[in-house]
């Protein structure tokens, strides 16, 4: 039987796919584990292709209630590191030596790369749930401003006493590798396995691991949970987006809770492994529910016909801007004091992040500069439209799908923030 509403469909979990070789054609897929887990707890995983182009077309994914991001190859080291710096450059010899030993992973793949940054992108700007798994742990951080190892035994392991080292990949033994990790008291991984941290002193536990590159610096806005022996971060979450009964989760985790498993069984090593699956889909169904009661509208408000129209041009406002941003053309029949109810809305005091505010005023004034002009200097409409299009041209596909993007969750941002302060006012 058909739903009825929105509310009625389970939440949708976006996972990107992995390509590899089989019988000389390609093959995309995703670990089992991940989409069991996310079906257990009461969501729907959606895969993305890893399909040349898709990145500029996410927003047919929509409904978007969360992000899991997983196993994958290294990310391309120009989006970490900055192109005139020498000083974290490998040289010729090591890298020839990591492909050798990794010739699997170091592979890059430029076309999944900019299909998860852009997906880490969209989760941060509109707070969607995030959970990031080995690889898609260093995107989460790169994305946020971090960087990475490009090699743990080239640029760690050689460097420190041999009883601190740790072996993070071991291809002669792949699911059955384990080694220690220290959790940190305090953070949600100490909370899920606790029952597994004998003692109030002891808090080592045992995970798997399949890398060879992993967290360097960390963003500022995360905070580690867990550290190896020889000092790489094992886990990190964001204390400030960690609420999953409000829909908040940014976290990231080096190893695989949803592959340690007994040999030959499928019983977790320790009772805290699904966990963070339970808290992340937690999140992912609480953020299905607020982005519904966004779209909705609060039942038992009632708004005069003066208010539902401002809301309706307010958002309008930004529809048009993203359409103008999409399409570079359109604006004959467009009004300036459509536009500037976006802008205006931009200036007042809103219930969003200091972050996400600073970035939404930055486009108010875009919208106003860009498409208002300077009022003492009437320019004739066919230069308007040529310098337009001008400085659309000089725009990067990349630039271009980021700006839709942004549009594209802007009116949602601005209708569930106005929701909320007209229903404050009410209260």
């Known amino acids: 039987m058909a739903a009825n509403n929105v509310s009625e469909i389970l939440p949708r979990v976006l996972i990107v796919s992995r390509r590899t ?9 995703v670990g089992e584990y991940h989409l069991d ?84 992108k969209l989760c941060l700007e509109r707070n969607i749930p995030f959970l990031g798994i080995c690889r898609g742990s260093q995107v989460l951080n790169v994305a ?45 991984l100490h909370k899920w396995f606790k029952d597994s941290l004998e003692g109030k002193d002891q808090m080592d536990i045992m995970v798997n691991s399949y890398h060879h590159q992993g967290v360097k610096k960390l963003a500022p806005r995360f905070v580690p949970m867990a550290y190896a022996p020889d000092g790489l971060i094992e886990g990190y979450y964001d204390p400030d987006s960690y609420k999953p009964e409000e829909g908040k989760f940014v976290m990231g985790l080096q190893f695989h809770p949803e592959r340690m498993r007994l040999a030959d069984s499928e019983e977790f090593d320790h009772p805290g492994c699904p966990c963070v699956y339970q808290e992340f889909v937690k999140a992912v169904i609480a953020y299905q529910k607020k982005v519904t009661r966004a779209t909705n509208g609060p039942k038992s ?43 205006d809305f931009l200036a007042t005091k809103t219930m969003l992040s200091e972050q996400q505010e600073i970035k939404l005023k930055e486009i108010g004034a875009t919208v106003r500069n860009a498409f208002t002009g300077d009022n003492t200097v009437k320019v004739n409409e066919d230069k308007q439209k040529l310098t337009r299009k001008s ?37």
Request: glycine share 6%; net charge negative.
């Open 391 to 427: 400085n659309m041209d000089k725009l990067s596909i990349e630039q271009l799908t980021d700006l839709v993007s942004f549009y594209q969750g802007m009116s949602h941002i601005c209708s569930e923030t106005l929701d909320q302060k007209l229903h404050n006012i009410m209260d």
């Open 37 to 120: 887990l996310i079906v257990k707890y009461g969501a729907i995983p959606v895969i993305v292709p890893r399909v040349a182009g898709i990145h500029m077309h996410l927003a047919s994914f929509e409904p978007i209630h969360g992000v899991l991001l997983c196993e994958g190859e290294d990310i391309d080291p120009s989006r970490y590191q900055p192109a005139n710096s020498e000083t974290d450059k490998l040289s010729p010899e090591e890298l020839d030596e990591i492909r050798n030993l990794h010739a699997s992973d170091t592979a890059i793949d430029k076309e999944k790369d900019s299909i998860e940054f852009h997906l880490a």
């Open 301 to 343: 408000l009632m708004l005069n016909n003066h208010v539902l129209e401002k809301k309706r041009r307010i958002v309008r406002s930004f529809s048009l801007a993203r359409d103008i941003y999409s399409a570079g053309n359109g604006f004959n029949s467009i009004k300036e004091s459509e536009l500037n109810f976006g802008a």
């Open 144 to 188: 946020c401003g971090g960087t990475l190892y490009q090699d743990i035994v080239t640029e760690i392991s050689r460097k420190i006493p041999e009883e601190n080292r740790v072996k993070h990949m071991d291809y002669d033994n792949y699911d059955g590798h384990r080694h220690k990790i220290k959790v940190l008291d305090g953070t949600p």
């Open 21 to 29: 070789l089989r019988k000389n054609k390609f093959v995309d897929f």
